[in-house]
């Protein structure tokens, strides 16, 4: 046989034998983010005064049980109420509020995180929607001075309706939740009087 022919055919062989392991090796595809830019969007609907905790991603869920998916982004500000009427959001304070004092133009001032960060909840309901040209309802909001080290999206039923709430642990690891009771924000933690079957949450399926 041919040296040429037989050099030829020795590479082609080699070449079919690594076919496999590149196809192993090959980076898997990632998928795309919902929400690519977290960062610009919160400050085009919130503005300048907030910035995002980069240590907290976005969360989605169906916070108002209307069927359409809303936005939870983590952000600070040291001024929320600032800019609430230049975008048409409204500052919540759902955490004093239980304990009866709930006022945000009051509370604002309060300092209820240590590191001193003026950490936020900013909630956009229904925020893949196109936006409407006169809206009636409040869609978009800031919630102050909830204490939390870790947030999450779980279910909740609530007045016999299934919706999403947001889950928070603090630094003494306590369980709280923030929900939309239809009308307001509200806060309630495991193991208050009266709150615990707010915690008995349905299955995920």
Same mark, same amino acid.
């Given at each position: 046989?041919?040296?040429?022919?037989?050099?030829? !055919?020795?590479?082609?062989? %080699?070449? !079919? $034998?690594?076919?496999?392991? *590149? %196809?192993?090796?090959?980076? =898997?595809?990632? @998928?795309?983010?919902?929400?690519? +830019?977290?960062? @610009?969007?919160?400050?085009?609907?919130?503005?300048?005064?907030?910035?995002? +905790?980069?240590? *907290? =991603? =976005?969360? /989605?869920?169906?916070?108002?049980? #209307?069927?359409?998916?809303?936005?939870?982004?983590?952000?600070?500000?040291?001024?929320? !109420? $600032?800019?609430?009427? &230049?975008?048409?959001?409204?500052? @919540?304070?759902?955490?004093?509020?239980?304990?009866?004092?709930? +006022?945000?133009?009051?509370?604002?001032?309060?300092?209820?995180?240590?590191?001193?960060?003026?950490?936020? !909840?900013?909630?956009?309901?229904?925020?893949?929607? =196109?936006?409407?040209?006169?809206?009636?309802?409040?869609?978009?909001?800031?919630?102050?001075?909830?204490? /939390?080290?870790?947030?999450?999206?779980?279910?909740?039923?609530?007045?016999?309706?299934?919706?999403?709430?947001?889950?928070?642990?603090?630094?003494?690891?306590?369980? @709280?939740?923030? /929900?939309?009771?239809?009308?307001?924000?509200?806060?309630?933690?495991?193991?208050?009087?009266? #709150? #615990?079957? *707010? /915690?008995?949450?349905?299955? &995920?399926?």
């Amino acid at each position: 046989m041919d040296s040429t022919f037989k050099s030829a !055919l020795r590479c082609l062989t %080699a070449c !079919l $034998l690594a076919l496999p392991l *590149l %196809a192993q090796t090959a980076p =898997p595809t990632s @998928a795309a983010s919902p929400l690519p +830019d977290p960062s @610009a969007y919160l400050e085009r609907q919130f503005g300048t005064t907030f910035k995002l +905790d980069p240590k *907290l =991603p =976005p969360m /989605f869920g169906d916070l108002d049980g #209307d069927g359409n998916e809303d936005l939870v982004l983590v952000g600070t500000s040291s001024t929320p !109420l $600032l800019s609430q009427q &230049q975008f048409r959001f409204k500052v @919540a304070d759902p955490y004093d509020s239980y304990y009866g004092t709930g +006022d945000p133009k009051i509370t604002s001032q309060f300092g209820l995180h240590f590191d001193g960060s003026s950490r936020c !909840l900013l909630i956009v309901f229904g925020w893949r929607l =196109p936006p409407e040209k006169s809206k009636v309802r409040v869609s978009k909001y800031v919630l102050i001075n909830t204490p /939390f080290e870790t947030v999450s999206i779980v279910n909740l039923r609530l007045k016999k309706k299934n919706i999403q709430a947001v889950e928070t642990i603090d630094r003494t690891s306590l369980h @709280a939740l923030v /929900f939309w009771d239809g009308r307001r924000w509200r806060w309630s933690a495991q193991g208050m009087e009266g #709150d #615990d079957s *707010l /915690f008995k949450m349905p299955s &995920q399926n």
